[in-house]
């Protein structure tokens, strides 16, 4: 067991399993050696790393395979089957019984649960020190932790920062029409064209005059054309990188740029969905280097990640080749309403994805939204997101969907929960299982500036209440204990509804005031191929109408009701809203960020209060002092433990950390408007 990295690196190679239709050829092996420097973690022991490369063959003419857009235009094999592989990375205890094995879906390259479910763990795509693990939540958990890669548009990362590779299959000759959306925080002659963090493909030829640059102040405004004298694609040993474009007079702030043209032999994206599913079936079926299949197995995604889990699910690709579930249950974290567009489709670029400002034209987000039966009533279509996600025998895995007050505002989370004309909830099917997490944003934030926004972010952290369902996920899945019941925000109780009824709740006369909408996508027309087969032959499509969404609606502080009240509403200290605009100076003032919430302190005294005319009591008004403070946090924290949203070992943690922000808030400087004081060194 105590190999080295040379040693075991001499296992490549070795041949674990051929069958003719498993979807995993053969894993090889080419490292294992101790974790974290043997630490044990509690009753689960000592950890090991596995790293592997998985050599993936798919059936196009399979049953369980034919939601794969373009498969069948990629190179085969022998037996008729396309190949691709991907590394992948194994974090399992050592001499534990076969448990639950907990599949990250990658994010845009990077390892992002150990991030937020393991505290304080830093950025490291290939975990190995005791460091790597923050305070270890998931090993004493006795998880199995797998990572693999699924997508091709990952750009370089930084140094240690090394994505898993991923080679997926390529369909040859296909051509097609790709746009690009662009914008700039400042003047700037050349910029890059690709998705966030992400890589575009590259046009068939740089000089190509069918090529277009347009640019409008909006997404539903008229694009204007910018001559094709006027700018160039920038040679990548010239730009620094690929995807880089050189604009005569320079790109300006306030201009949404759009640019298309044709390019060539995409990759077939929807088999990254299908490894993930293939890995995961081979998984649960196979003994590894010496130890058992596990017990069970389980499947999580942040943002992205989380949509690539509702695409799958989406398109059936969470049932193998062999019509069995490739996962039990799933964790779907802020994904909006994204997953049943996106991520399989030709030219797919998964880095992208719709918010206020751009990328609204880009298959994202599409009905259906919600896991119950909806009807669009423009379209007249009858769907749920689960209708190809049963296995042979019918069943469905377990799903826990968790959204912030961001997605309500700029994913249009509602409409999980609500008829895609906004007029009616819906309560899902008896295996998933909506939260919202009201007064967080995207993620926890971490910012102490304002820029490039206009207020300071929130100060929420809902990785602890996730924590707590990651636990009852798994004690649902395993032993059939029922979760914690639905809690979102939802018409019939009042505590969702338009962004009108919003603002016209929302405190009067603060600095902190609502933006005039939230993201409202509209229907996208790709031209007649595009449901059935994913091919778009309408670039840019055209627009319809808007499909109707909700936000949570504010109590008298600002704070929003419903849903799950985290400690930081239910015990406040300010306002936390799930929406923050643009400083003006970006030139898209109008627009609310992608992903930052905000946060606005109570006065400390009503005399402050009184001075600053803000309409909120002040913190002196609600709390006879910082006992007083304490006792009340401790006993809404208790409340979460008992409601299952609380583990009761993360009591201290939760309680100290508002009681460093009201320490904060007590030591500041009189008329001090900066976002230092957020966040504890």
């Given at each position: 067991?105590?190999?080295?990295t ?14 003719a ?27 090991e ?13 399979a ?7 373009d ?46 479910l ?10 190995t020190?005791?460091?790597d ?46 746009a ?7 003047p ?7 998705g966030?963090?992400?890589l ?32 160039q ?18 790109f ?5 740029y ?11 994206a ?63 974290q ?40 909806t ?19 019918g ?6 969907l968790?959204?912030?007050?961001t ?9 999980v929960g ?56 798994r ?12 809690a979102?925000p ?9 962004v ?11 600095v902190?005031?609502?933006p ?13 191929r ?18 109707e ?5 504010p109590d ?48 400390r ?35 979460q ?22 320490d ?10 900066s ?6 060194d």
């Amino acid at each position: 067991m105590n190999r080295s990295t040379r040693t075991s690196a001499l296992l490549a190679g070795i041949l674990l399993t051929s069958l003719a239709r498993a979807g995993v050829d053969r894993v090889e092996v080419l490292e294992r050696r101790p974790f974290a420097e043997g630490q044990a973690f509690g009753a689960a022991g000592t950890y090991e790393k596995i790293r592997g490369l998985a050599h993936f063959s798919l059936d196009p003419k399979a049953a369980a395979n034919a939601a794969i857009v373009d498969l069948a235009k990629a190179p085969r094999d022998a037996r008729g089957r396309v190949l691709f592989t991907s590394e992948f990375v194994l974090l399992r205890p050592v001499s534990a019984a076969p448990g639950t094995l907990l599949y990250d879906v990658n994010n845009r390259g990077g390892i992002a649960i150990l991030g937020q479910l393991n505290g304080k763990s830093p950025a490291n795509n290939d975990p190995t020190t005791a460091a790597d693990t923050g305070d270890g939540f998931l090993m004493r958990q006795g998880f199995s932790l797998l990572f693999s890669a699924w997508t091709w548009d990952v750009a370089p990362q930084a140094q240690g920062m090394r994505p898993l590779v991923f080679k997926p299959p390529v369909a040859q000759g296909v051509r097609g029409r790709v746009a690009n959306e662009i914008i700039v925080d400042a003047p700037t002659e050349i910029t890059s064209y690709a998705g966030m963090r992400g890589l575009t493909y590259e046009p068939v030829r740089a000089d190509d005059p069918r090529a277009v640059l347009t640019e409008r102040e909006r997404p539903e405004a008229p694009r204007r054309l910018i001559a094709r004298s006027r700018w160039q694609f920038q040679p990548a040993a010239e730009a620094g990188g690929p995807g880089r474009i050189r604009l005569q007079g320079g790109f300006q702030p306030g201009r949404l740029y759009e640019l298309s043209y044709e390019a060539r032999d995409p990759y077939v994206a929807g088999a990254g969905l299908a490894g993930i599913r293939d890995l995961l079936s081979w998984f649960r079926t196979h003994e590894f280097e010496g130890t058992a299949a596990p017990r069970q197995v389980m499947i999580f995604g942040i943002s992205q990640s989380a949509r690539v889990i509702g695409r799958m699910l989406h398109d059936g690709l969470n049932v193998d080749e062999q019509g069995r579930l490739a996962f039990d249950a799933a964790f779907l974290q802020v994904p909006g309403a994204g997953g049943s567009a996106g991520f399989n489709s030709r030219f797919a670029q998964p880095t992208r994805h719709p918010s206020m400002l751009q990328e609204q034209d880009y298959p994202a987000d599409d009905f259906p939204f919600s896991a119950a039966t909806t009807r669009d009533p423009v379209s007249g279509r009858r769907a749920s997101t689960l209708d190809r996600a049963r296995d042979a025998a019918g069943r469905l895995p377990k799903l826990m969907l968790l959204n912030t007050s961001t997605e309500y505002w700029n994913r249009g989370a509602s409409l999980v929960g609500t008829t895609p004309d906004g007029k009616q909830d819906l309560d899902p099917p008896d295996n998933v299982r909506l939260y919202g997490l009201m007064g967080a944003q995207h993620y926890v934030g971490r910012s102490r500036t304002r820029t490039p926004f206009t207020h300071c972010v929130s100060t929420t952290d809902h990785y602890l209440p996730m924590r707590a369902l990651l636990v009852a996920l798994r004690r649902w899945s395993d032993e059939g204990t029922p979760p914690p019941a639905n809690a979102v925000p939802r018409l019939d109780q009042a505590s969702l509804g338009t962004v009108a009824a919003y603002r016209a709740a929302f405190p009067a006369g603060l600095v902190l005031q609502p933006p005039e909408s939230n993201l409202r996508e509209p229907r996208l027309d790709h031209g007649p191929r595009f449901e059935r087969q994913g091919i778009a032959d309408r670039v840019p499509p055209r627009r319809g109408a808007a499909f109707e969404t909700r936000v949570p609606l504010p109590d008298a502080d600002g704070n929003d009701m419903g849903g799950v009240r985290l400690l930081e509403l239910t015990v406040p200290l300010g306002t936390h809203t799930g929406w923050n605009q643009r400083s003006p100076e970006t030139g898209f003032g109008w627009a609310t960020s992608r992903f930052d919430g905000s946060f606005l302190p109570f006065a400390r005294n009503e005399e402050e209060r009184a001075a600053a005319k803000d309409p909120r009591p002040s913190l002196a008004a609600r709390y006879a002092g910082r006992e007083d403070f304490e006792r009340q946090l401790r006993n809404a924290a208790t409340r979460q433990i008992a409601a299952g949203f609380l583990l009761e070992k993360d009591l201290e943690r939760a309680v100290g950390r508002n009681l460093g922000l009201y320490d904060r808030l007590q030591g500041l400087t009189p008329g001090d408007a900066s976002c230092r004081y957020l966040f504890a060194d």
